[in-house]
């Protein structure tokens, strides 16, 4: 679960921004509540950018599931593009186990180097590639430049898979927190079916405020619960 830090969101009606911004998110399947999700975007003067993701179980479900997971992209944001230059995942399970899996890209030798496990590989990469982390923003900005379909070469699992997103609708959803206008988009992986539906809301930023995913496991949801920023979370009550 794709997988989201205090400064002004631009609207839609003029070209996106990106600025630093906090927000939560609860995670839940079939209706329980598993956990939270915290989002964080730092963006230094000179164009560097932080994404970090930090799932975290609910005290009941510690109980079977302890799982804890931190992810963090770091690299450039430049010329409303993103160029992610360093990727980083850590698992941490019950008993202080952790798996751990680094990206390094390298981009005046076409490769990205990934590293897990005890083991060192590179591979190709093209401009404009992205990490499972980064594509977020790049989805951002594209959908803020206008465009209805958009596709990513991203570097996941220690391979380069490519994932599709397009815009199949505009609905206006409620939430605890308030009603935001939304972008309802569909991601794909390759060839495979649509299996994420996002809502994303143009008046938060592009934002992503709502995801759901079915899998034979179950019916995973994420809403917003909280954001810091300088636009107001009930912007659209």
């Known amino acids: 679960i794709l997988l989201t830090l205090s400064a002004s969101l631009i609207h839609a009606a003029a070209a996106l921004q990106l600025t630093p911004f906090q927000a939560q998110f609860s995670v839940s399947r079939n209706g329980i ?28 479900v510690r109980l079977f599931y302890s799982d804890e997971i931190h992810e963090t992209s770091h690299g450039r944001y430049q010329e409303d593009t993103i160029i992610p230059l360093q990727y980083e995942y850590r698992l941490l399970r019950q008993g202080d186990q952790m798996k751990l899996t680094r990206l390094e890209f390298d981009w005046a030798d076409k490769k990205v180097w990934s590293e897990s496990e005890g083991s060192r590989w590179a591979q190709a990469v093209t401009p404009g590639s992205q990490d499972k982390v980064s594509q977020q923003l790049a989805l951002r900005l594209d959908l803020a430049a206008g ?36 972008l309802r988009v569909r991601r794909s992986k390759g060839t495979r079916a649509p299996d994420y539906t996002i809502w994303i809301a143009p008046e938060l930023g592009y934002l992503p405020v709502k995801i759901e995913r079915k899998r034979s496991s179950g019916h995973y949801k994420m809403e917003l619960l909280s954001l810091h920023s300088d636009i107001p979370l009930d912007a659209t009550r």
Request: charged content about 25%; some cysteine.
């Open 33 to 60: 509540q598993l956990g939270r999700l915290e989002l964080q975007l730092e963006i230094s003067a000179t164009g560097e950018y932080r994404y970090t993701g930090h799932t975290i179980p609910a005290s009941l």
């Open 147 to 182: 465009k209805e379909r958009a596709s990513y070469a991203v570097a996941d699992g220690g391979r380069i898979k490519t994932y599709h997103f397009r815009v199949v609708g505009r609905e206006t959803i409620k939430l605890p927190n308030g009603r935001f206008k939304c």
